[in-house]
């Protein structure tokens, strides 16, 4: 959402100048400030971030931080994108320095906030992740939403904003968490692009005259704002400037951004700025990032008593009376409640809206010499290690679990991950590295990430006694120390762990994963590219920083703690199950008539859940179903239920009175993960409380039934969906309004387009008939005459014609054409089904001129071949065969075409296509021309491309289409139409022809004026 913005002026230039923060930056139309998130609009100031999130999570409120602010209490944090700081050593870069706005995953408005706070039992919500201040306009008005409710609001700021705006903002705000980074202005100027004095300015304003409770953090870097001198200096303007009660916690720096030359700040440097301002006189004083529970603590400045314990996030003792000293009953400056909030450490991410989210693990940085560890402190890890994931599931206090550790808790180590799986299944792996570490600390945070690996599916209570859990304790990082190729040499596989960065992208493997995956030295190292999103063979760069690590790896079952068990239970009672059905009925009835709609179920729990299953069923016309589902992204079940009533009212148009209708509901939650049918643990399964959920990514089915057993429903539900590739099995516990239920939903074919329209003309090739005729004469200007002949097969490239087209040229001008041609091609797109093949009568590519469609061979393949459909909607979009048209309609444009989208399949998939489709081509009399549409590697350096295309091209040498199949999968060559060259390798195989690869022509993108650090390979290959 755009919105009209606050805190700016026209300039006498026909430009505006931002006043909302003291950069005052000027902006003629289309500009975009320093933030990146407010821009010039038709000359007026727009926020285009309003309404959009990167995320939402409940934390403790002392994670803000915040230690006098109602301790104990669960607050709702989000942010969104940009900043208007440029910190060097920024811990949350990735969303702070965003530039892709359209990225923000989470879409809400301020009451949708306020309501989900309430919802969720938040005493407050928090402006934090990037600085609120640039979406100062979304902050308050969500702060208006809050206080509306009683929930009050957090802003977690640098605090460098204008005179003009800090009144409105600030006095929107119940608490506030300022950020004063260093006392001098050179290392504002240096590391941060900002200057110090406004800062000052702010934490004065806020704290002299408002009524906004302040805290103040300062973030210690070592050898840039660390001397005694700075810190007594600072301290000292706190006490005289705002007084002896703001608290202020100093915390430990961490290597991130741009700032990673150097290491973690050192406790006793924490030790020493904590003594220091204690003797300053200021009296409420923390340290954070590391475990001190004496200095994170808080002691009436009266009597010396200890009023609130801390661990980490964690309160223990609680010596408070209201806001009094429970001793000597003197004020203690804050805001408390009569009681401590019972929140504890945890943090729980969750969705306002069901807007997709593509989350990424968070991996930093670790390690150091442990394999000197006994069986027994083995033992004593793994058993703290399922502790402390068992707390984060259960949401118990993990406090137990770290003492287990003993005397290993301070333990120094740089790096720890958690690693739990189910079988050959991961179901989580997080962890922590970078510089030396506590193991108790950072054990216990690798824990709790690892038990919501955003990657998958939360882990649930009723799967730990059927999990494996693997701990990895790191050593320190080193530089490879050779470059280019030379660095497969240096890598040993099942000792080193990898970890690149390349410019902003960064990834890590741990030492086992080349192991388990029995990788050798080049595939792991294509494969840390890949973790990083890089091409493959970018490990080969000068540019590209490599390290190693060592690593010792342990691991066993999952032990569980009898003392956090928990049964599984229903979320909803069979009594509100049955007040829901009513509801659902009353609505659907209310809106077919046009009656106002009840839009609150009254006296039902409105929880969150992963699915909603509503099935509105007709005796004369049958039964219609609605699903909303997600296996790690919950939803409130009343709105969503509702948006579903409406759907359904819509589906019925009239056709049949809703009063006549029975409504069966199924409530779906608690997700586990039982693996693909080759790995399949169903242990644990009870099919009178959970339904079975099988999917392969495009397709769903969810089958539930009491009567059946596990086996059959596995079986009932295989059998929904023409499932391919790569399944994975599910299952919810099941709150259902009847004994059984059961829907599916995935890709239907659609024949209804019979002309088939350009999609890429004007991108992939000129769409005016003269541009696109001229285009094809450059491509042929130059070739020498050569003759036609015969031939059986050919592979052409796709890409646009001013990348790919010379080659495929060079084929289409060899051959003789007949009156068919069959092309085959990958399918780039996920519209439609995955073995499509194109019904159309014709395929335009301009107004004017088209290649006809052959739709009698069209039906005959679909019908022919299992798993082949007629379907025009996954061809609408798809380039692989339109952009062979331009040449055809040179070389043979009375030629007839079918054509065949393909994605997805596995070898005995293949092979059965291959011989349906020999024994149709051995019974044609005048068989088609196969062509398969496809490029070669994609985006690795030239080099590196080529190396991988010819192993490609090798592997096609063989005519063994699984021996091709086999070479791009462990070679990782992204060959797109490597299923459609294997399909015809396999057919003509099966009719026994020796399927001798000629090679005609080859190139990448960078010999037509591409970069040679990204290319894509193009060849051309002709079979007789």
Same mark, same amino acid.
């Given at each position: ?75 709702? &944090? ?5 900043? +208007? ?101 050179? #290392? ?6 900002? =200057? ?14 408002? %009524? ?16 005694? %001198? ?7 303007? $706190?006490?005289? @400037? ?6 202020? =916690?100093?915390?430990? #720096? ?20 904590? /003594? ?25 400045? &009266? ?65 150091? *010499? ?45 790096? $720890? ?33 690892? &038990? ?64 388990? *995956? ?5 595939? #792991? ?112 079940? *009343? ?27 199924? !409530?779906?939650?608690?997700?586990? *993960? ?21 999917? %392969? ?62 999609? !890429? ?36 490239? @796709?890409?646009?014609?001013?990348? &790919? ?27 439609? $089904? ?20 052959? $739709? ?32 055809? +309609? ?48 994609? #985006? ?29 999968? /462990? ?41 040679? %650090? ?9 079979? /007789?």
């Amino acid at each position: 959402m755009v919105t009209q913005a606050q805190w700016y002026t026209e300039t006498d230039d026909g430009r505006i100048l931002c006043q909302l923060c003291p950069r005052h930056c000027r902006m003629k139309d289309g500009d975009r400030g320093f933030c990146f998130v407010r821009k010039n609009g038709g000359g007026r100031m727009v926020l285009d971030t309003y309404g959009k999130s990167t995320g939402f999570c409940i934390d403790p409120i002392e994670k803000k931080p915040l230690n006098h602010f109602l301790p104990g209490t669960p607050v709702l &944090s989000f942010g969104t994108a940009g900043c +208007n700081l440029g910190c060097k050593f920024c811990q949350n870069w990735d969303i702070s320095k965003s530039r892709e706005v359209a990225r923000l995953s989470d879409r809400a408005m301020p009451n949708e906030i306020a309501a989900a706070a309430q919802r969720y039992g938040c005493r407050s919500v928090a402006y934090t992740y990037n600085d609120p201040v640039i979406w100062a306009e979304y902050a308050i008005d969500t702060a208006a939403a809050c206080r509306e409710m009683g929930i009050k609001s957090v802003a977690v700021t640098a605090g460098y904003i204008t005179p003009e705006a800090r009144g409105d903002f600030f006095g929107a705000m119940d608490a506030a968490n300022i950020d004063l980074k260093a006392f001098t202005e050179d #290392f504002y100027f240096k590391l941060t692009g900002s =200057h110090l004095q406004p800062v000052l300015d702010t934490i004065e304003f806020v704290c002299n005259e408002t %009524d906004c409770w302040v805290e103040l953090t300062n973030l210690i870097i070592p050898d840039a704002n660390d001397s005694v %001198d700075e810190i007594e200096s600072m301290c000292g303007w $706190v006490m005289d @400037h705002v007084g002896p009660n703001v608290p202020i =916690h100093f915390t430990a #720096f961490h290597p991130d951004f741009r700032m990673t030359d150097r290491g973690r700040t050192e406790s006793a440097t924490l030790e020493t700025a904590y /003594e220091i301002a204690r003797k300053v006189g200021l009296n409420y004083v923390y340290v954070g990032n590391v475990h001190d529970v004496a200095r994170q603590s808080t002691y009436c400045h &009266s009597c010396g008593e200890l009023l609130i314990q801390r661990d980490w996030h964690q309160l223990g003792t609680y010596a408070m009376s209201g806001n009094q000293c429970g001793r000597c009953g003197v004020t203690i400056p804050g805001v408390f409640d009569d009681v401590p909030g019972n929140w504890g450490a945890k943090r729980q991410p969750i969705r306002i809206t069901q807007q997709p989210r593509e989350e990424v693990t968070e991996v930093t940085k670790v390690s150091n *010499q442990l394999t000197q560890l006994t069986d027994s402190q083995q033992a004593t890890i793994l058993k703290s290690a399922a502790s402390m994931v068992q707390a984060a599931v259960g949401g118990f206090d993990p406090s137990a679990a770290l003492a287990g550790l003993g005397e290993l808790t301070d333990m120094l180590i740089d790096g $720890v991950f958690v690693t739990v799986k189910r079988g050959e299944t991961l179901r989580g792996c997080c962890g922590r590295q970078g510089g030396q570490m506590k193991l108790g600390e950072s054990l216990m945070d690798s824990a709790a990430r690892t &038990s919501r690996d955003p990657r998958m599916p939360p882990l649930s209570m009723s799967e730990l006694p059927y999990l494996n859990l693997s701990v990895s304790l790191l050593g320190p990082q080193r530089p490879i120390g050779v470059s280019g190729d030379q660095r497969e040499q240096a890598v040993q596989v099942g000792k080193h762990g990898l970890r690149i960065q390349l410019g902003q992208n960064g990834g890590l493997l741990l030492p086992q994963v080349a192991s388990e *995956q029995g990788w050798n030295a080049r595939q #792991f190292l294509d494969g840390v590219c890949r973790k990083a999103n890089l091409p493959a063979g970018s490990w080969r760069r000068d540019d590209a920083q490599l390290m190693l690590f060592d690593g010792v790896c342990f691991g066993g079952d999952f032990q569980m703690d009898p003392s956090m068990s928990g049964a599984e239970r229903s979320l909803l009672s069979p009594q509100e199950m049955s007040l829901y059905r009513d509801w659902v009925q009353s609505n659907l009835i209310a809106l077919q008539i046009g009656a106002t709609p009840m839009y609150y179920a009254m006296g039902v729990s409105d929880v969150e859940v992963l699915g909603i299953v509503l099935s509105v069923n007709h005796p004369t016309v049958g039964a219609q179903q609605w699903l909303q589902l997600s296996v790690k992204d919950s939803r409130p079940l *009343q709105s969503s239920l509702y948006q579903m009533t409406e759907n359904a009212v819509r589906s019925l148009a009239g056709r049949v009175p809703a009063n006549e209708c029975e409504i069966e509901l199924a !409530v779906l939650s608690d997700c586990v *993960q039982h693996g693909s049918p080759n790995d399949l643990d169903v242990r644990g399964f009870n099919h009178q409380t959970r339904a079975i959920i099988m999917t %392969d990514g495009r397709r769903w089915a969810i089958r539930y039934d009491r009567k059946q057993t596990t086996e059959r429903l596995i079986e009932a539900a295989g059998s929904m969906e023409a499932f391919r590739g790569n399944r994975q099995l599910y299952s919810m516990h099941c709150d259902c309004s009847c004994d059984a239920i059961a829907v599916s939903v995935g890709p239907r074919a659609d024949v209804t387009q019979s002309v088939r329209q350009p999609a !890429v003309a004007g991108t992939f090739y000129p769409a005016d008939d003269d541009g696109r005729e001229s285009q094809v004469d450059r491509l042929l200007d130059g070739l020498a005459p050569c003759e036609k002949r015969k031939v059986f097969a050919v592979m052409v490239p @796709h890409a646009g014609l001013r990348f &790919s087209g010379r080659v495929a040229a060079e084929i289409w001008r060899r051959i003789e054409v007949p009156d068919r041609v069959l092309i085959i091609g990958p399918k780039h797109t996920p519209d439609g $089904v995955d073995w499509a093949v194109a019904p159309h009568e014709s395929w335009r590519i301009s107004p004017t001129v088209s290649i006809a469609g052959d $739709v009698g061979m069209a039906r005959e393949l679909a019908e022919r071949i299992p798993g082949m459909e007629l379907d025009s909607a996954a061809h609408a979009r798809e380039h692989g065969i339109e952009v062979q048209l331009p040449l055809m +309609n040179r070389f043979c444009p009375d030629a007839r075409i079918a054509a065949i989208a393909m994605h997805g399949g596995d070898l005995d998939d293949f092979e059965s296509a291959a011989t349906a489709l020999a024994q149709w081509i051995g019974q044609q009399e005048d068989p088609p021309l196969l062509v398969v549409s496809s490029d070669m590697n994609h #985006f690795a350096d030239d080099h590196e491309n080529r190396r991988r295309d010819r192993l490609a091209l090798d592997a096609l040498a063989t005519g063994d289409g699984a021996e091709l199949l086999r070479v791009c999968a /462990e070679e990782n060559i992204s060959m797109c139409g490597q299923v459609p060259a294997a399909l015809v390798l396999m057919v003509m195989r099966k009719l026994g022809k020796h399927a001798k690869a000629e090679e005609i022509a080859y190139a990448t993108s960078a010999e037509y004026g591409g970069t040679k %650090d990204r290319v894509v390979g193009y060849a051309g290959v002709i079979w /007789e």
